[in-house]
């Protein structure tokens, strides 16, 4: 399993979590690549090394490409990018495609980009050609009936009977490994209602904390952000004078895993990432979500075909205020409708018997998509 890995924690966490799913045997073990970071321009560039950006793709190339070589895996599932980060997965794909014994799926979210974004990008050559040459099948970690890739983007048409729905990724089965880590912090935090805040990996979440650590909370609730690794020290250091002399809020830095304070949480304000938002929806959680909409669109187009099905509340980034956030949290939300009454929750589920059949008898050139719900059609 490929992840570019380059911003948060979306793609890792979304392979752990199909991995867990599979499940894997014994002897799994993780190869770490070089981190990288994309430019606001598109471009990449190394988060911490003092490299070139050349230098930095030809290592994790040459490290992919040592480890696909010596491992020599039946399957190959590539998160988001066909060719990889910086196409560094192209030279690896071509050697797969040679042995003849590798199957290869590329794996998207719901909402690649807006459209435009992403038929630009797509109308690269390059990208149509190594699908069509490397990958078997494309799975897409969604449920059509809320956003559909093929209609919204156009791009895949040439791919249309490699395509297969698995519906959204259930989040439920992560409390189980990250127990250890969270169980005891949830044990010792305070009675009543939780406000639970998270920004992802916290590199563009400084103004959501921000507001969140200065919005008056209910009597009855108290609040906890958790910042991510990569959030700036100026923003940690504002963080931690706004919360002097506020008993009721709490701040962790990090956690490998935060899917037991969602759990816990009884409101949920967050930014719009693929996996936040599937574990909002999996938990059935009252979630305000301010998505980033700068420099891409991904955030705000899933947060407002969310919104349109009724499950979570959303919060223009431009409107973002400690008075907006403080207003939420005391209104009386009612009850909030189940997630799986309005959307396909069983990617997990689903995932193992889709690559059982890869495996035994290629890729099914009949596209599977979710049931459709009552009264909701299958676009």
């Not at 259930?170 to 009543?192: F, I, K, N």
Request: with cysteine.
């Amino acid at each position: 399993m490929y992840s570019p890995g380059m911003v948060g924690f979306g793609h890792i966490r979304r392979n752990a979590s199909i991995a867990q799913a599979l499940p894997m045997p014994a002897g799994v073990d993780c190869v770490t690549l070089p981190s990288m970071r994309k430019e606001d321009e598109g471009c990449y560039a190394p988060r911490f090394m003092d490299i070139s950006d050349h230098d930095l793709v030809a290592m994790r190339s040459s490290v992919i490409r040592g480890a696909m070589e010596q491992f020599d895996p039946d399957v190959l599932i590539a998160d988001h990018l066909p060719l990889g980060a910086a196409r560094e997965l192209a030279g690896t794909l071509k050697r797969l495609r040679k042995r003849a014994k590798a199957r290869c799926v590329l794996g998207l979210r719901d909402v690649l980009q807006d459209r435009e974004t992403v038929q630009r990008l797509w109308s690269d050559p390059a990208y149509h050609d190594t699908v069509r040459e490397c990958y078997d099948a494309i799975w897409i970690y969604s449920d059509p009936t809320a956003y559909n890739p093929l209609r919204e983007y156009g791009v895949f048409d040439e791919f249309a009977d490699r395509v297969r729905f698995t519906g959204y990724l259930d989040q439920r089965p992560r409390l189980e490994l990250a127990r250890p880590w969270t169980d005891m912090l949830v044990s010792s935090l305070p009675q009543g209602r939780l406000a639970l805040c998270l920004v992802g990996g916290g590199s563009d979440g400084g103004g959501l904390a921000e507001a969140f650590v200065q919005a008056d909370l209910p009597d009855d609730m108290f609040g906890l952000v958790v910042t991510g690794p990569y959030m700036a020290e100026e923003s940690r250091a504002r963080l931690n004078r706004a919360m002097r002399g506020r008993p009721r809020l709490w701040l962790v830095e990090f956690l490998p895993d935060p899917i037991g304070l969602v759990e816990r949480a009884d409101r949920v304000i967050s930014m719009g990432g693929y996996n936040t938002v599937c574990e909002v929806l999996s938990f059935d959680k009252r979630a305000l979500i301010v998505p980033r909409v700068r420099p891409g669109r991904e955030q705000w187009i899933r947060a407002e075909r969310m919104r349109a099905l009724g499950l979570i509340d959303v919060l223009h980034p431009d409107h973002l205020s400690p008075a907006a956030l403080a207003e939420w949290l005391a209104r009386d939300l009612g009850p909030r409708p189940p997630s799986r009454d309005r959307l396909d929750l069983s990617g997990l589920a689903r995932i193992p018997v889709m690559l059982s059949e890869l495996l035994g008898n290629g890729a099914d050139p009949h596209p599977v998509v979710p049931a459709a719900f009552p009264g909701r059609a299958v676009p």
